[in-house]
């Protein structure tokens, strides 16, 4: 009889799980103990290992796909079996609900293409590969879960890996004398992730950047008394920063362009009514983005508490995990400002369709009006967004209007 | 055989009948009165004294275990404590008579004998001697603890230190005898002449054998006195310790002042039990112990069963035995009856006798009787027998507090020194030679008929135009071994060799021919067909201070030797506190083509147990080189050697083995032939097929493969293999050796750990089948052929191109076999 694979529930708090890799593919045989697939929460990463012998009648969900925890991700049975019982409702295929993707992997938009799985036919699903192969693999940065192994078992080799260098590896060694200098370290769960889904962003989009400064004279105004206010030792004052001013000043941006308060689906766009707005966080564990949701409901003084809050909850490792999904927000500010960064060009965090680096503060020579030419602090900003979605005129206009907003900012 | 003793059918088929002569037991019935004369008034009182001591020592001991408690000192002792209370005066009589350099052997009993035995050497050691001895043991931290306050003569003095001592031993302090190391069971001091007791039953019965040889062979003074049980007459060991000591070839072929038997008394303390087991009406058939005599030699051992309840009537035999010893006419079986009153240890509940016999001995108890005696022959006052008892008592009590005092009397410090007691595993000294004399020779090495025909050999495989050499010209590794072999006799007077088949014959595999030529008989001799007893004998020898080469024909006969080398070659160093050392050469050669019983390469087996190092040359050079080393050394060695090639010739050492002395030092492994594409480590013959497999790996598949001979399995250097490996990423690791538990398996482990990082592949061992060993015709289905390498490798290592496996090496087959057992 057929029976159907189901994606494990770990830990009370996980509703669904990425499916990373399918190490197993539809029609090849599999024995109780093999790794079918792994997948990952927000916070770990595990391999599934089959409970059944038989041969994989069908894979219901893609590489990349986020399930639901125990929903049914394949069937193993017999060749020939019928197997409609098994097969998962419609519901909870990835892609027809939001695509709540953490982080996209790098499959985004080509589900359908088979992928080239590392393992031989014999060998019993997990990458094998020789300590002496993965060491040197790692040294030279080659990524060895797409080589096909040519050793016992389809075992990879270090001679697999110098091979596969050649192609890949063009620099000289580092190494001349066989003292290592340096060390390798491997990467946590979280740079898996980041890494894999930034490259997907540059890999998946079209995404280019716009660069423009407003005159931030109000905003700093606004800061001083702020800072005033505090030091007297106003209680009611909040310690409203001169970010969340800015966010605050593109929420209300935001509210004129829709079309930049989306999200890019393939084949549709998702316009957010509300704004959910995506704060980049570096936390020790690295990159995070947390989103504040409804944003555009709030008033100066609760939003600028709600962004810290999601920030402390992120550098703490409490953060909900299900804002700090790629999918939470509908668009991203990412702040450099204060590290002294005059220009650059912010990722986009897919499936969002643009994000605004916002940079440092700059003295610029300006007409002050009367032919007078004086110093005027200006802030730089830096909006990518994704041409798929959105042409350069909107964007333009869109970050015209940012500047528009923090130009004539007051409290 | 020698050819000087015909053997005449005609006189050998003569009827005639065995004629046993009478053997005495409990003859002596002389009285105080009659014993005056050979004794003076202190002599008597000093015996009652020796037996006081011994009663209350073991009666301490026996409420520590039983009540945690003595005189108020309270202290949990949970170590062993196998006590003779009753056998005070077979212990006392015993060592009465014999001076330091008279050596006992004891049991797992033997603190009575221990005791017995330093208070003589106490009462017969000047005081300057003894003070010096008491001062340079350990660097005097004994004596210092028992000087500590005291004002006494230094003979009160000394008997404190060996009180002490002893209970510092019994509970694991390191001023004990050994460091605490020993313990109870194992307690000795050789400056009183005080050799281990044993914990194996009948373990001294072949030690002290070697410990007579030790005497005879080096014109040693003093006597041996293997101190055993009566139960342990059911040992094997003890059988062939007889044997051993009893063998026609010291009176008819020793020559000169080497002639005649030796000096050893085999005392069996015979307290009629064997633990529970009662040897007179149960579990032995001798009835009398002293009639094992009557069957052993035409002398009967001089076997005489005496009464152990009496001092006097044992010191009285023991001056008589000593006579016959000193007249070599040994050795002497004494059967001293006694009765130990206390159990077998404190746990024994005595449920296999009735307390009708234990009461009825010790109505005739031997303190009290003797006690008696004395008092009514006026020799001594009750009051000062009195007082004797109540001092002994305020004694043990002192000796006790200072032994349990952790400040005063610590034990071995192993968290400040975690390596204490592996750095006692081995002595690891190089000595020439064990004394200065001049060797006993019968003629300078260079007239020596196979040093000349050595002379004409070619030492290198190939002869100076590279052609192979005929196997009657080549100098073969048997060659090398007998290199190192004479050229130790010729420089260390006290090394000797036996075995069987070691003299004439010149060794079952001619390794030793010429050096019958060479020695005296008491230097090479053949033994019986005891292997027991040919390693006992060696590691008596040995721990008394000669060097030895004792020969096991064939590995499979290590079995038969399995007490002596696994128990008691590999311990004593350690359990001496490293006070004596082993210099015992162990050869052992593994056979061939005589099938399951006489081809098997166990040297797994010794190289599992601690304090044995383990060697196993294959080539000329290495085979002298390795000789010398193990010669040069103070620890024991076990040498294999393989039948299959003993007519090899050197391959790899150019221009051939020298033909002077040189040494290969121990743990050292050697690269036999390099490359970098993988390493086969080896061990012991296998090395050729290996080097065969090495060639179809370059020839067929270009597979330039390193080739390592492992040469020592203990100890071992990995820096080469693990180089190697670090180089190839594979290895594969081959023996004769069964592969289940093999040593290989132990290096493959130690690699994988040591070099995991650069591992492609795992480690792959590739030994005999687990099964019996089939007829020579069939061995290349048992033991590893070339073509199993290749195996081994396409099937595991990596996949080698157009090759076919013949063997299946599947995960299927892997564990089909374990799960058979096969």
Redesign the interface.
């Known amino acids: 009889m057929a029976i159907p694979v189901i994606m494990p529930k770990q830990g009370q708090s996980v509703e669904t799980c990425i499916i990373t890799k399918w190490f197993r593919q539809k029609g090849e045989q599999v024995k109780t103990g093999d790794i079918l697939f792994s997948y990952e929460t927000d916070k770990a990463a595990f391999d599934f290992e089959s409970a059944a012998d038989g041969t994989i009648l069908d894979i219901l969900y893609p590489e990349g796909a986020e399930v639901p925890v125990l929903a049914n991700v394949a069937v193993i049975g017999s060749p020939g079996e019928i197997i409609e019982a098994t097969k998962t409702s419609d519901s909870v295929v990835a892609g027809k609900e939001e695509r709540a993707i953490l982080l996209p992997g790098p499959e985004i938009g080509n589900h359908d293409e088979k992928r080239q799985i590392p393992v031989p036919e014999s060998g019993a699903g997990r990458i094998r590969i ?4 993965r ?1 040197v693999a790692e040294k030279k940065g080659i990524d060895y879960s797409k080589i096909r192994g ?3 078992n389809g ?1 990879i ?3 697999d890996i110098m091979n596969a260098g050649q192609e890949a590896y063009t620099g000289s060694p580092l190494v001349s004398n066989g003292v290592d200098e340096f060390t390798d370290k491997p990467l946590t769960n979280v740079r898996k992730l980041i890494a894999r889904s930034m490259h997907a962003s540059l890999m998946n989009s079209a995404q280019l950047t716009h660069h423009m400064s407003a005159d931030v004279r109000g905003l700093l105004e606004a800061r001083r008394r702020i800072k005033e206010n505090l030091s007297a030792g106003r209680a009611e004052q909040a310690d409203i920063t001169l970010n969340d001013m800015i966010c605050y000043c593109v929420i209300k941006a935001l509210s004129r362009f829709p079309e930049a308060n989306s999200h890019f689906l393939d084949d549709h766009m998702r316009i957010f009514k509300s704004v959910h707005l995506g704060i980049a966080v570096d936390t020790p564990r690295g990159l995070m983005v947390p989103a504040v949701r409804n944003a555009d409901s709030m008033d100066i003084v609760s939003l600028s508490r709600s962004l810290k809050s999601v920030a402390d909850d992120c550098k703490k490792g409490s953060i909900d995990p299900e804002l700090i999904k790629s999918t939470a927000a509908s668009f991203t500010v990412s702040n450099l400002g204060n590290y002294g960064v005059e220009m650059f060009t912010p990722v986009i965090n897919l499936p969002q369709t643009a994000i605004l680096g916002v940079c440092t503060i700059i003295n610029r020579p300006a007409d002050l009006g009367n032919n007078t030419f004086g110093f005027v602090p200006y802030i730089g900003l830096s909006l990518t967004y994704d041409h798929r979605a959105i042409d350069g005129g909107p964007a333009t206009l869109f970050l015209r209007e940012i500047k528009k907003e923090i130009e004539s900012f007051t409290l | 055989m020698p050819k000087s003793q015909n053997i005449n059918p005609e006189d050998v088929r003569r009827p005639q009948f065995i004629e046993f002569g009478r053997i005495p037991v409990n003859q002596y019935n002389l009285t105080i009165e009659q014993e005056k004369k050979n004794f003076t008034t202190d002599d008597f009182v000093r015996i009652y004294h020796d037996m006081v001591i011994i009663r209350e020592f073991e009666t301490m001991l026996n409420l520590i275990k039983t009540t945690n408690e003595y005189r108020g000192i309270s202290y949990n002792h949970p170590g062993p404590a196998h006590l003779s209370i009753g056998q005070e005066a077979a212990a006392v009589g015993m060592a009465y008579t014999l001076g330091i350099d008279d050596y006992i052997f004891g049991s797992h009993r033997s603190h009575g004998e221990i005791l017995a035995k330093g208070l003589s050497a106490i009462h017969k050691l000047d005081e300057d001697n003894l003070y010096n001895i008491m001062q340079h043991y350990f660097g005097g931290k004994a004596l210092s603890v028992v000087e500590k306050g005291f004002s006494g003569s230094v003979k009160e003095l000394a008997v404190r230190f060996l009180l002490y001592g002893a209970l510092a031993e019994i509970f694991a302090r390191e001023n004990g005898f050994n460091k605490g190391l020993g313990g109870s069971m194992h307690a000795f001091f050789t400056p009183f002449g005080i050799y281990p007791n044993n914990a194996i039953v009948g373990g001294s019965g072949d030690i002290s054998v070697g410990a007579a040889l030790y005497k005879k062979i080096n014109k040693k003074p003093g006597i041996v006195v293997c101190n055993i049980g009566d139960a342990s007459m059911g040992c094997g060991p003890v059988w062939e310790g007889i044997s051993f000591a009893t063998m026609d070839q010291y009176t008819k072929l020793w020559q000169g002042e080497y002639m005649g038997g030796l000096p050893l008394i085999f005392n069996f303390m015979d307290n009629l039990y064997g633990m529970g087991g009662q040897t007179m009406g149960e579990t032995m058939g001798f009835g009398i112990l002293a009639r094992i005599g009557a069957g052993v030699n035409p002398d009967m051992m001089h076997a005489e069963r005496i009464d152990g309840y009496n001092p006097l009537a044992v010191i009285d035999a023991f001056r008589r035995k000593r006579e016959i010893l000193e007249k070599r006419r040994g050795p002497v079986l004494l059967d001293t009856l006694t009765y130990r009153i206390s159990g077998h240890s404190p746990s024994d509940a005595s449920s296999y006798r009735s307390k009708e016999e234990i009461e009825a001995w010790q109505k005739v108890d031997s303190i009290t009787t003797y006690g008696e005696q004395l008092a009514a022959a006026g020799v001594a006052k009750t009051e000062l027998l009195d007082e004797i008892r109540s001092d002994a008592g305020e004694l043990l009590a002192h000796i006790l507090k200072l032994t349990v005092s952790d400040e005063i009397s610590p034990r071995l410090d192993l968290i400040s020194d975690p390596d204490a007691i592996g750095s006692m595993m081995f002595s690891n000294q190089s000595v020439d030679r064990m004394d200065d004399r001049k060797p006993d020779v019968l003629m300078p090495m260079e007239e020596n008929p196979r040093v000349k025909s050595i002379k004409t050999k070619e030492r290198f495989h190939l002869d100076s135009e590279g052609k192979p050499v005929s196997k009657a010209r080549t100098y073969q590794l048997r060659d090398g071994i007998f290199e190192a072999v004479i050229d130790r006799f010729y420089k260390d007077p006290t090394l000797a060799a036996w075995g069987e088949e070691n003299r004439d014959w010149g060794g079952a595999f001619a390794v030793y021919r010429g050096l019958t030529e060479a020695l005296p008989y008491h230097r090479l001799f053949n033994s019986p067909i005891s292997e027991g007893a040919i390693v006992g004998t060696a590691i008596g020898y040995g721990m008394c201070g000669g060097r030895v080469i004792a020969e096991i024909m064939y590995c499979d006969f290590l079995g038969r030797s399995g007490d002596e080398v696994f128990n008691q070659l590999p311990k004593w160093q350690a359990m001496s506190g490293n006070l004596i050392k082993m210099p015992v050469v162990i050869r052992v050669s593994v056979g061939s083509k005589y099938g399951a019983q006489h081809s098997q390469d166990w040297s797994s087996l010794v190289a599992h147990i601690p304090g044995l190092k383990v060697v196993f040359p294959a080539t000329p050079y290495d085979a002298k080189g390795l000789m010398n080393s193990a010669l040069q050394g103070t620890d024991p060695v076990i040498f294999f050697e393989s039948q299959r090639i003993y007519d090899i010739g050197e391959m790899f050492h150019k221009p051939g083995v020298p033909e002077g002395y040189y040494e290969i030092p121990l743990g050292e492994p050697d690269i036999k032939k390099s490359g970098n594409d993988i390493t086969i480590l080896t061990i012991g013959a296998t090395l050729y097929q290996v080097l065969k497999a090495a060639d179809i790996l370059q020839g067929k598949y270009g597979m330039n493969a390193e080739v390592i001979d492992a040469r020592t399995l203990v100890p071992f250097n990995y820096e080469p293999v693990i180089e190697s490996v670090r180089k190839t ?1 594979k290895i594969v690791l081959a023996s004769d050796a069964s592969s289940r538990g093999s040593f290989l398996k132990e290096m493959a482990q130690t690699v994988t750990e040591l070099a ?6 795992p480690p792959v061992v590739v030994g005999s089948r687990n099964w019996i060993i089939p007829a020579h015709e069939m061995e290349t289905y048992f033991f590893p052929q070339p073509g199993w390498i290749i195996d081994a490798i396409h ?5 080698l191109k157009g090759h076919k496996s013949g063997s299946d090496l599947s995960y299927e087959k892997s564990l089909k076999l374990n799960r058979e057992g096969v």
């Open positions: 020789s300590p002496r192969a060491r040519s050793g016992p075992r080799l270090c001679s | 990423g995991f990082d650069y591992l492609d592949a099937e595991k290592i990596i996949p």
